[in-house]
């Protein structure tokens, strides 16, 4: 952490006027968001609402059209900003795992700290190994991918992006590819992190972690954030008519 970002106490993720086509589409419609130091933001609306694509471009695996997003207070568009090191503060877990299927789950873990941080592969490893520990993954560790079950990989996928120490961690849709009872066992593990202080960033179509886990929840629709407050005021006082649509489909109403 630089001497400027030591000095910074304002969000740690900061979007400004975000934009993104493709083509003619444009999917995030001037979307603003502030996203604190240890907290956990749930990103909740239907599907097409812009939800991923705004955390891909948070990770710049999509370059907005037009706006800013701020790390620690800087833009990072700006020429000097190291994008290899910022994607190991500000870490993904995708709805696919993404691991490597020639590789173990601690392999897994442990390259891409060799490779990006030049960790020896002992400390990689002893870092790896705690970090599928705390996932209830270390009994597993010399297992290939295909040996797993989805939730498995998930959670290995969870500990991998731990293991690089990240400032936030982005979650696109953690359980949308899971059989609906290995939600649970990750479910559980994003809790777990939730409550250690870790800051956050949650698409999720999961309705009670959102209500029960976030500080904040975030109510996007057709590109735009339509709303956003407490679980609370999201969910028990939703102001905005298609938030309360949207909520009401959830509620078996």
Do not use: W
């Not at 891909?56 to 370059?63: D, F, K």
């Amino acid at each position: 952490m630089t001497d400027s970002e030591m000095q910074y106490d304002g969000p740690v993720i900061r979007l400004e006027h975000l934009v993104k086509t493709f083509g003619t589409h444009e999917v995030l419609k001037d979307i603003n968001l502030s996203v604190n130091s240890g907290e956990v933001v749930s990103v909740i609306g239907a599907s097409g609402s812009g939800k991923s694509t705004m955390l891909r471009c948070i990770n710049q695996l999509e370059i907005p059209t037009d706006g800013k997003i701020y790390f620690n207070g800087r833009d990072i568009s700006e020429k000097d900003f190291r994008l290899t090191d910022y994607r190991t503060r500000v870490t993904m877990v995708f709805q696919s795992f993404n691991l490597f299927n020639n590789m173990t789950a601690l392999q897994n873990c442990v390259r891409p700290q060799t490779v990006v941080l030049h960790r020896t592969k002992g400390e990689a490893t002893e870092i790896a190994l705690e970090y599928l520990e705390r996932v209830g993954m270390s009994a597993f560790a010399n297992a290939r991918p295909a040996q797993l079950s989805g939730g498995q990989k998930q959670r290995v996928a969870i500990a991998r992006a731990l293991s690089m120490n990240p400032d936030v961690i982005l979650f696109d849709e953690p359980t949308s590819a899971l059989d609906p009872e290995m939600v649970g066992e990750v479910l559980d593990v994003m809790k777990s992190l939730a409550s250690s202080g870790l800051t956050m960033i949650v698409v999720t179509h999961e309705m009670s972690f959102a209500r029960d886990v976030s500080d904040r929840v975030v109510f996007m629709d057709q590109g735009y954030i339509v709303e956003e407050g407490t679980p609370s005021e999201v969910f028990e006082h939703p102001k905005a008519e298609r938030t309360k649509d949207f909520l009401a489909r959830f509620r078996g109403q």
